[in-house]
């Protein structure tokens, strides 16, 4: 069973940028897909991204598309979200998530999740 940290988050204005990291505590890490959500008080949890294991695919949220990149690093078990661009309704807390079932936009499919990081975007 993986264990998920995300930290990097914070106050940042608006149409400035963030980096979210996500280190995993197993070295199995580098056989799940990642993903990356969010959810702002009171509204459901948001695909943001994701990556395959093979990191030969991505998915975005169309929000977020031209904006944030998914990036890991396999020899530490590691996953970036660098945000860039960042908008005032993007507040939320961003949470990392892994899952061997495939890739996809859908938070059922992730079955590993870690506690979140506040990401603060202010107008």
């Known amino acids: 069973q993986v264990q998920l940290v995300e930290s990097g988050g914070g106050l940042v204005q608006a149409g400035g940028s963030l980096t979210l990291s996500c280190a995993a505590s197993?070295?199995?890490?580098?056989?799940?897909?990642v993903a990356w959500f969010r959810q702002a008080p009171g509204m459901e949890r948001e695909f943001v991204a994701a990556?395959?294991?093979?990191?030969?695919?991505?998915l975005y949220g169309d929000s977020v598309k031209g904006r944030f990149t998914i990036s890991r690093d396999n020899a530490k078990n590691t996953v970036q979200l660098q945000m860039n661009s960042l908008k005032p309704e993007e507040s939320a807390v961003y949470y990392c998530a892994a899952t061997r079932r495939g890739l996809g936009d859908k938070d059922f499919l992730y079955d590993y999740w870690g506690r979140g990081t506040q990401v603060t975007v202010s107008s």
């Open positions: 990556e395959h294991w093979s990191g030969g695919s991505t």
């Open positions: 197993d070295r199995t890490f580098v056989t799940y897909s």
